[in-house]
Nanobody
């Protein structure tokens, strides 16, 4: 079954760090453009970062600095490292295989002040 499964979210305190993972059950993962999005309560889903097959990255302007996207093609996994978490980072974080238009189910990140 083709799917994306996110993990690593949870309840953390401001200033903590988290690493989110997205495991992809897709063939030829290494050829796919992958991305992370987030959706805060009552808001639209926004791009956080994307990573191409060659490892080049792209970040939304508001996400530069504390977010790091990476991938491990041998593990069919893409990661999102979030440092110095803030309460405004509270959201559901979604992984997307942009090459397939496939979304994961999301992982909740809640940051307490």
């Amino acid at each position: 079954q083709v799917q994306l499964v996110e993990s690593g979210g949870g309840l953390v305190q401001a200033g903590d760090s988290l690493r989110l993972s997205c495991a992809a059950s897709v063939s030829a993962f290494r050829f796919h453009y992958m991305a992370w999005y987030r959706q805060a309560p009552g808001k639209q889903r926004d791009l956080v970062a994307g990573i191409a097959t060659d490892g080049s990255t792209n970040y939304a302007d508001s996400m530069k600095g504390r977010f790091t996207i990476s991938r491990a093609n041998a593990k069919n996994t893409v990661y999102l490292q979030i440092d110095s978490l803030k309460p405004e980072d509270t959201a559901v974080y979604y992984c997307k295989d942009s090459s397939l238009g496939l979304w994961g189910q999301g992982t909740q990140v809640t940051v307490s002040s």
